[in-house]
């Protein structure tokens, strides 16, 4: 079985660029995609190190047609070859959107489920327990927790009101770093530490 680091896509991979009723959406189109300093060569060292690197991500924009599903295509395509991600798997749902506009209470897609994580675990014969879950949010945490990854991390200046929730619903990272790189960096160190 492989190993793989479970990624959230924007704020992670890529800038979030807009928002929509308060809500910060993805990029819409690929000549609005910007990624973020140290990704290529944090992806390049947990490659080397032996790790799939597969994206698990909300994309809320799908329901509410913000982002067109070939749009949202091409850019997973990009993403794939310019980065080397192995696999995306994503939740195209939205609490009050459907995808013709009917109400959607919950979906089993969506973070922070584990789901897609678990889906893409056996699909791809990953090793859960042996993987990592890199994300921007507190939900991409708790998804790494309930799909009982080895460790996860928390990734970019974490706000006041991010510390605040952390600290009444009791979910923490295992780690914080600043960018994928020092993902790739801590990794490679628990990895050696554990042989």
């Given at each position: 079985m ?5 990624i959230d ?18 990029p819409?189109?690929l ?39 070939d749009?949202?295509?091409k ?5 794939k ?5 192995d ?13 013709v ?45 309930a ?9 970019g ?7 605040q929730?952390?600290h ?26 554990s042989?």
């Open positions: 492989d190993k793989a680091i479970f896509k924007d704020g992670v991979i890529n800038e979030n660029l807009y928002e929509v009723d308060g809500v910060i959406m993805s819409a189109t000549d609005q995609v910007r990624i973020l300093d140290y990704v290529k060569e944090g992806i390049d060292k947990l490659k080397e190190d032996g790790f799939k690197i597969v994206i698990i991500t909300n994309q809320p924009g799908l329901a509410f047609g913000y982002i067109s599903i749009n949202f295509n850019i997973s395509e990009f993403l070859k310019e980065l080397g991600i696999a995306i798997y994503f939740c195209p749902h939205h609490p009050t959107k459907g995808k506009g009917e109400y959607v209470k919950k979906c089993e897609c969506r973070k922070p489920s584990p789901f897609l994580l678990h889906k893409a675990c056996k699909e791809m014969n990953l090793d859960v327990g042996g993987s990592y879950m890199v994300g921007d949010s507190l939900s991409d945490i708790q998804t790494g927790k799909g009982g990854v080895k460790k996860t991390f928390l990734i200046a974490i706000r006041e009101d991010i510390i929730i952390q009444t619903k009791g979910i923490f990272p295992d780690y914080t770093c600043k960018n994928l790189l020092e993902v790739a960096n801590k990794i490679r160190e628990i990895e050696n530490n042989i």
